[in-house]
């Protein structure tokens, strides 16, 4: 009998443990969702927006839609297009003039045999030109559409957490087309030309502003980005005219990006929430096939640990918090956007492998460069009217700018400096928060992406 009882501990002891195993599980469930069963009554309660849906575009009428008879209203709904396949190596270049990126765009041209050696003209703007003419038709099609007042592109049918915008993908390729055909007429001497090629950009970015997710604001901030940069570069060749430096700084002045960045922000939210959702229905073989949520590279035992515990639910309430954070910094916009640097990051992972506070830089930094643009189409009018750039800024005011933008990192007025009659230093102190002079010399103290000492005009490619 004792034997018996020596052999059966093992066995109660196995029970009890499973038991109190299965206990822990229930409570740790039930604590999670609680967790954000709370938040969620909390969020509601301010009005914050927490399912994806929340965020989609209202139907338009196809006469005021953007998208009407043309190329984004044939692409198949939740599809990347392959009809504007890029020649390497695109836009983003090492080359950081003009002349060296086109030069660079026509080299790749011919190499994707878009032109030949035999027909190929030896100027590089007019050869880049020449192998775009394969998208006249579209992109005439979309310049025909500018003037519609709404958009609404073609829906995602897929569920989440696997939903894909085919859409803005296509947007993002035809951003970079239409930044190398504004490069080109201007470098062939027809800035009438690329001013229409600039308008058709600013329409195509507010045409996609209603796009939802954290990947529809980063290609909508790679395109923008692309189209300053090609702004910019027109501006320090002096290639631009008076009446469309105006028209320019017109337009850039009316680009909010602070509240496309709120917006993104919430709709990630939302996609999120609906992600995090769709998972807690899943089976484990399900679940697994994501990584949980995204999570690639994750152990199995602990995949499974976070399967059955209330790992979801704190998850998700960390993820809404971190949201939180990232909207309430771009609650009245970016100014005074130091106090970013001297607070410790948010490293929630995306889909796509960034994090909230990376992303936010990306936007802070790119309107920075959009404040100096203004600055540099002024100064640059300034220069056409006068033979030379002004002492200071001061001179601009009122008659070219109504104000000077402020640096975005103090608030306050960015620096200038001419240092001869016809050149001139522009710049903001950069993320440590400190005039070194226009220096871009690495600082050990700011975020490896941004390491420059002074964020200086034009932005140079990264």
Not at 26 to 43: C, I, L, N
Not at 105 to 118: C, F, G, N, P, Y
Not at 134 to 155: I, N, T, V
Request: aromatic fraction near 10%.
């Amino acid at each position: 009998m004792k034997r018996l009882l020596w052999l059966t501990w093992p066995f109660i002891g196995l029970a009890a443990l499973s038991l109190l195993v299965c206990a822990w599980v229930a409570f740790d469930r039930s604590h999670g969702r609680r967790q954000w069963e709370k938040y969620r009554t909390a969020a509601v309660a301010r009005g914050v927006l927490l399912h994806f849906d929340d965020f989609l575009s209202p139907e338009i009428p196809a006469e005021d839609n953007y998208i009407t008879g043309t190329v984004f209203e044939h692409l198949p709904t939740g599809e990347s297009s392959g009809k504007f396949p890029l020649p390497r190596p695109k836009l983003n270049v090492p080359q950081t003039t003009l002349a060296e990126r086109l030069e660079a765009q026509r080299t790749a041209m011919l190499d994707e045999k878009w032109l030949t050696k035999e027909t190929a003209p030896a100027d590089p703007g007019a050869a880049v030109l020449l192998g775009l003419e394969r998208y006249q038709k579209d992109l005439a099609d979309l310049r025909a559409a500018r003037s519609r007042p709404g958009s609404r592109f073609p829906q995602s049918t897929k569920p989440l957490p696997d939903f894909d915008s085919g859409a803005i993908v296509l947007a993002w390729h035809i951003g970079s087309i239409l930044c190398m055909k504004m490069q080109a007429h201007l470098a062939t001497g027809q800035p009438a030309e690329a001013l229409e090629d600039f308008l058709d950009l600013t329409r195509l970015y507010r045409a996609t502003l209603p796009e939802r997710s954290m990947v529809s604001g980063m290609m909508r901030v790679t395109n923008f980005t692309a189209m300053i940069r090609a702004v910019d570069s027109g501006i320090a060749a002096h290639l631009w005219r008076d009446e469309d430096l105006t028209r320019i700084a017109s337009e850039l002045d009316t680009i909010d990006l602070a509240a496309d960045g709120r917006f993104t922000f919430s709709s990630e939210r939302g996609f999120i929430n609906d992600a995090e959702e769709a998972c807690r229905g899943m089976s484990f073989t399900e679940w697994r096939t994501i990584g949980g949520t995204f999570g690639a590279f994750t152990p199995e035992w602990r995949l499974w640990v976070e399967f059955v515990s209330g790992h979801h639910w704190r998850k998700q309430v960390r993820e809404n918090q971190d949201t939180d954070s990232s909207l309430k910094k771009l609650e009245t916009g970016f100014d005074r956007s130091a106090d970013l640097f001297a607070t410790p990051p948010i490293s929630t992972p995306f889909a796509f492998g960034s994090n909230t506070d990376a992303i936010l830089l990306r936007y802070i930094t790119l309107e920075n460069t959009r404040r100096q643009t203004r600055i540099a189409c002024a100064l640059e009018r300034f220069r056409i009217q006068h033979g030379s750039y002004p002492e200071s800024l001061s001179e601009l005011v009122p008659a070219l700018l109504p104000a000077i933008p402020a640096d975005i990192i103090n608030g306050a007025p960015m620096r200038y400096r001419r240092t001869t009659p016809a050149t001139f230093l522009l710049y903001s102190i950069g993320a440590n928060a400190r005039d070194d002079e226009g220096s871009t010399l690495t600082d050990a103290t700011t975020p490896s992406r941004y390491k420059a000492r002074d964020w200086l005009w034009p932005e140079p490619t990264r």
